[in-house]
Nanobody
């Protein structure tokens, strides 16, 4: 019954912006951690941003700091990833994910539940 659905990806030029959305159904996002992962061709999957289940504290991988912002709209049960100043190395499939556990730093979960993903391509 629980589902995550990503949207908002596309093709942009370097320096452009995208806002990814992760809409949840079947569970309240406010009470669970949410993370954005990405996987580029030939590279390992990496956690790039996450938000906690309580005070909305966040974590960003170094390459995303200052460029990406994760936020949550409780009324819409949706988490967003605003991506600015995109670079070719940001090209990847982006997934949102959640974990049924609570109370940890948001970068300290296994995140076994995934959405379908959305493609982000940054190219001239």
């Amino acid at each position: 019954q629980a589902q995550l659905a990503e949207s908002g990806g596309g093709l942009v030029q370097p320096g452009g912006s995208l806002r990814l959305s992760c809409a949840a159904s079947g569970f309240p996002m406010l009470h669970f951690p949410i993370a954005w992962f990405r996987q580029a061709p030939g590279k390992a999957r990496e956690l790039i941003a996450c938000i906690t289940d309580n005070r909305d504290t966040t974590y960003y991988v170094d390459s995303a700091k200052g460029r990406f912002t994760i936020s949550r709209d409780t009324a819409k049960n949706t988490v967003y990833l605003q991506m600015n100043n995109l670079k070719p190395e940001d090209t990847a499939v982006y997934h949102c994910s959640t974990d049924r556990l609570k109370g940890r730093d948001c970068n300290n979960y296994d995140y076994p539940y995934w959405g379908q993903g959305t493609q982000v391509t940054v190219s001239s």
